[in-house]
């Protein structure tokens, strides 16, 4: 079965670069989640969307920002890295109104020197 | 806010060991409840669920209960394997389908 694809896998970038993580949901769902996880912690949530609207907000960024296609991929840009944004970055699918699970990808580890 | 409190690892056991995993949460209402678990490098694996209380969330051979009136959904395996170290979170769902997450216990299964 397709599952969440995430792009790129990894990342590497300097101190006030910008980077770009992609996000493919599994096919038919209609909701995305991003969550953040530092070094040793727990996931933290972002932000996430349902039908291609912002539906909640969490600990994320000013310097972040995200949006959902019309084909229901997301991107999450950020901006003006810092060191501490170094960590991996997990997207989750779900069809809202029928699965009551979120399905998550494997991840993009980005890293900023 | 929602919250969810769990037992803080390391964790390491012997093959065949007893596992048990505490986790006790804090929310409004009454949320969905998920233990998650993570391999070396791998991404977050849905293990079990219970979205309301008494139920009974199985896979794998691990369980856990939903229990209202104690706030927790511990998790547990009668006979743990060298191949379930990994690290396990707890987590809840609130109404908006967002996920909180606990702290993670990494386990390591000896031989």
């Known amino acids: 079965a397709a599952g969440v694809i995430q792009s790129p896998r990894h990342l590497i970038k300097e101190k006030r670069e910008t980077a770009t993580l992609k996000c493919y949901p599994i096919p038919r769902h209609d909701t995305v989640y991003w969550y953040q996880q530092g070094p040793g912690q727990d996931p933290q949530f972002l932000i996430s969307f349902y039908e291609k609207m912002q539906s909640d907000k969490g600990s994320i960024p000013d310097r972040f920002s995200a949006q959902q296609f019309s084909d229901y991929h997301s991107e999450l840009n950020m901006s003006s890295l810092e060191l501490g944004d170094s960590a991996l970055y997990f997207c989750a699918s779900s069809l809202v109104s029928v699965i009551n699970e979120q399905f998550f990808g494997p991840g993009t580890r980005l890293t900023v020197l | 806010g929602d919250s969810v409190t769990q037992m803080e690892g390391p964790v390491t056991l012997s093959e065949e060991a007893f596992l048990t995993i505490n986790c006790t949460y804090t929310?409004?209402?009454?949320?969905?409840l998920f233990w998650y678990v993570q391999y070396p490098g791998e991404g977050l694996q849905l293990l079990l669920k219970?979205?309301?209380?008494?139920d009974k969330g199985s896979n794998k051979g691990f369980e856990a209960t939903y229990r209202k009136e104690t706030t927790s959904f511990h998790l547990e395996k009668g006979s743990v394997q060298v191949s379930d170290s990994a690290v396990y979170f707890c987590?809840?769902?609130?109404?908006?389908?967002?996920?909180?997450f606990g702290t993670g216990t990494r386990l390591t299964i000896i031989p």
């Open positions: 219970a979205t309301k209380a008494d």
């Open positions: 987590a809840l769902r609130d109404p908006n389908e967002k996920l909180t």
């Open positions: 929310a409004t209402g009454y949320p969905s």
